[in-house]
């Protein structure tokens, strides 16, 4: 059993930062890739920003500049960074995981709770 856990969310002015975490747990052999997706009220599951196991990233062109994903792999824990926070970003804050869980399984896609991130003008 695998299970992401967030932390790091909550209320802040815009211009200001947020850190969220998302530490991995359980029965895990690989972490491949990490990613931050957000949904915010009435609009769809939009990808943030992702990190390769060899630290490639990819951001969405919405937070370029202003967020940045890192990895700490001792710690199975990705980490988005968030500076120069806009009310447009507001939104729930979701981790995910690519994880092969044994030497012999395939890949398997996980999901945290989610984290909610609010930013007031």
């Known amino acids: 059993q695998v299970s992401l856990r967030e932390s790091g969310g909550g209320l802040v002015q815009a211009g200001g930062s947020l850190r969220l975490s998302c530490a991995a747990s359980?029965?895990?052999?690989?972490?491949?890739?990490l990613g931050w997706y957000r949904q915010a009220p009435g609009k769809q599951r939009e990808l943030v920003a992702s990190?390769?196991?060899?630290?490639?990233?990819n951001y969405a062109d919405s937070v370029k500049g202003r967020f940045t994903i890192s990895r700490d792999n001792a710690k199975n824990t990705v980490y988005l960074q968030m500076n120069s926070l806009k009310p447009e970003d507001t939104a729930v804050y979701y981790c995910?995981?690519?994880?092969?869980?044994?030497?012999?399984?395939?890949?398997?896609?996980?999901w945290g709770q989610g984290t909610q991130v609010t930013v007031s003008s």
């Open positions: 995910s995981a690519d994880i092969i869980v044994d030497y012999d399984s395939d890949e398997y896609g996980f």
């Open positions: 359980g029965s895990i052999f690989i972490i491949n890739d």
């Open positions: 990190i390769t196991s060899g630290g490639r990233t």
